[in-house]
């Protein structure tokens, strides 16, 4: 099994989570979260006065799948969240040692 974070922007999260439905996924975690990468902030001004907004807001989705899926669900995650420019985000996937659905005590991939 796999854990796919995927840190994207925030008006993609419906494109995205629309194309993520279209390949089956049966549940997503996401979160409302704020960071920087190259992007580095950006300059705004409110009321007259010029402030530093260091942090961006983003979007956190998590993602547990099995190993088959993962190949072609990345592919669709990277093509729907893009728009070709800087700060389109990033996708980790990481290894997941144990499941475990707490309802039914079910583990591993049957509790995905």
Same mark, same amino acid.
């Given at each position: 099994? $796999? ?8 008006f993609k999260l ?5 194309? %993520? +439905?279209?390949?089956?996924?049966? &549940? ?6 704020? &960071?920087? &990468?190259?992007?580095? =902030?950006?300059?705004?001004? !409110?009321? &007259?006065?010029? !402030? +530093?907004? *260091?942090?961006? #807001?983003?979007? $956190?989705?998590? %993602?547990?799948? *099995?190993?088959?899926?993962? =190949? #072609?669900?990345?592919k669709v995650l +990277?093509?729907?969240?893009?728009? @070709?420019?800087? =700060?389109? @985000?990033?996708?980790?996937?990481? #290894? ?5 659905r707490i309802r039914? @005590?079910?583990? @591993?991939?049957?509790?995905?």
């Open positions: 099994m $796999k854990k796919i974070e995927a840190i994207i922007k925030p419906d494109e995205v989570k629309e194309a %993520l +439905q279209g390949q089956d996924i049966k &549940g997503m975690t996401v979160t409302e979260v704020k &960071g920087f &990468g190259r992007q580095k =902030g950006h300059t705004e001004i !409110y009321r &007259g006065a010029e !402030y +530093q907004v *260091d942090f961006i #807001p983003k979007v $956190k989705l998590e %993602l547990v799948l *099995d190993d088959a899926r993962v =190949g #072609p669900l990345l +990277q093509e729907t969240a893009r728009t @070709g420019k800087i =700060g389109d @985000g990033k996708i980790f996937v990481l #290894p997941v040692e144990e499941a475990i039914t @005590g079910e583990n @591993g991939e049957a509790a995905l």
